[in-house]
Nanobody, 120 residues
Framework: QLQASGGGLVQPGGSLRLSCAAS????????MGWYRQPPGKQRELVAR???????NYADSVKGRFTISRDNAKNTVYLQMNRLEPEDTAVYYC????????????????WGQGTLVTVSS
């Protein structure tokens, strides 16, 4: 189970920090990521970080957003700075989790989504 938090209403130029913690039966976690779905649009990748720390960002957020993870807490973060109205969306976290040592593959687990609204 993933629990996301940190969304809200912020003015343009402001900052927010999203968190997403995994709980339950977890043997290991591979990549963690954040996706977003703007109103009336499809879900898109915002940022992704692998278990060894390799990161990729959507071009639209490079230089403004920072993804990080705390493996001890099974948590992924998204620090969002210089927010723009175009960043308004429901943000979803995803973690690739292997529940048991005998699990052969990693499965995708999604958080419930947290709304970020950037408006004056």
């Amino acid at each position: 189970q993933l629990q996301a938090s940190g969304g809200g209403l912020v003015q343009p130029g402001g900052s927010l920090r999203l968190s997403c913690a995994a709980s339950g039966t977890i043997f290991s976690i591979n990549a963690m990521g954040w996706y977003r779905q703007p109103p009336g649009k499809q879900r898109e990748l915002v940022a992704r970080i692998t278990r060894v720390g390799l990161i990729n960002y959507a071009d639209s957020v490079k230089g403004r957003f920072t993804i990080s993870r705390d493996n001890a807490k099974n948590t992924v973060y998204l620090q969002m700075n210089r927010l723009e109205p175009e960043d308004t969306a429901v943000y979803y976290c995803k973690q690739e989790i292997r529940p048991y040592s005998y699990s052969r593959i990693y499965s995708d687990y999604w958080g419930q989504g947290t709304l970020v609204t950037v408006s004056s």
